[in-house]
Every structure is written in structure tokens, then in C-alpha cells.
Nanobody, 111 residues
Framework: HVQLVESGGGSVEAGGSLTLSCSAS????????LAWFRQAPGKEREGVAG???????TYADSVKGRFTISKDDAKNTVYLQTNSLKPEDTAVYYC??????WGLGTQVTVS
């Protein structure tokens, strides 16, 4: 099974930016889709962005125009560039492979 390790979370002020990274234990070409989900306190997990093997991307309406998902196949790493952050973006962000393998998450706090 693939192992996923997220990093890059932190605390920022509204309007700030963070770059989240997700390192996979095997080549991204062996995975069909990689995605970022998030879970805020007291709320259900929600999909934020996804990228498929061919580089096609999809975004939740709430982050379109502010977040960008990308991947570096050579580094087995997926990124989530988050810009213009809002307090409602505060959540634990998870990297997910093929919708069934989850990382442990990284905390993003926007004040």
C-alpha cells in the first residue's frame, strides 16, 4: 500500500498563503488520482482538489481561483498551493490516494 506524508501546514493570517506537500512512497504513475480533503472542527470531511494521472484537475467551488493542485512525478510529490486564505479554510488537510489511502493530515489555521 502507498504511504502518504503531508507537510507544510501552519498558522497564517487571513489573506496569506501556504504550500502543502504530500510525499508518496511509490511513483505517482501507479496511482489513478490524488486528492486533498479537509476537515474542520465539528464538520464532515470535504474534498478540496484532485489531480489525475494525466494531470487533469478538479476543485471544490469554495476554493476555485484560490487553491492550485499540482504534482511532481520525479519527486513523487503532490502539492496544494493555497492563496488568499480565509478563516473558514481552517482545517486539517489530508492527502488521499485513489480515494482509499489517507495520510495523517496537516493542520492549517487561518486567523
Amino acid at each position: 500500500h502507498v504511504q502518504l506524508v503531508e507537510s507544510g501546514g501552519g498558522s497564517v493570517e487571513a489573506g496569506g498563503s501556504l504550500t502543502l506537500s504530500c510525499s508518496a512512497s511509490r511513483p505517482l504513475s501507479t496511482l489513478t488520482v490524488l486528492a486533498w480533503f479537509r476537515q474542520a472542527p465539528g464538520k464532515e470531511r470535504e474534498g478540496v482538489a484532485g489531480i489525475n494521472r494525466d494531470g487533469g484537475t478538479t476543485y471544490a467551488d469554495s476554493v476555485k481561483g484560490r487553491f492550485t493542485i499540482s504534482k511532481d512525478d520525479a519527486k513523487n510529490t503532490v502539492y496544494l498551493q493555497t492563496n488568499s486564505l480565509k478563516p473558514e479554510d481552517t482545517a486539517v488537510y489530508y492527502c488521499v490516494a485513489d480515494l482509499n489511502r489517507w495520510g495523517l493530515g496537516t493542520q492549517v489555521t487561518v486567523s
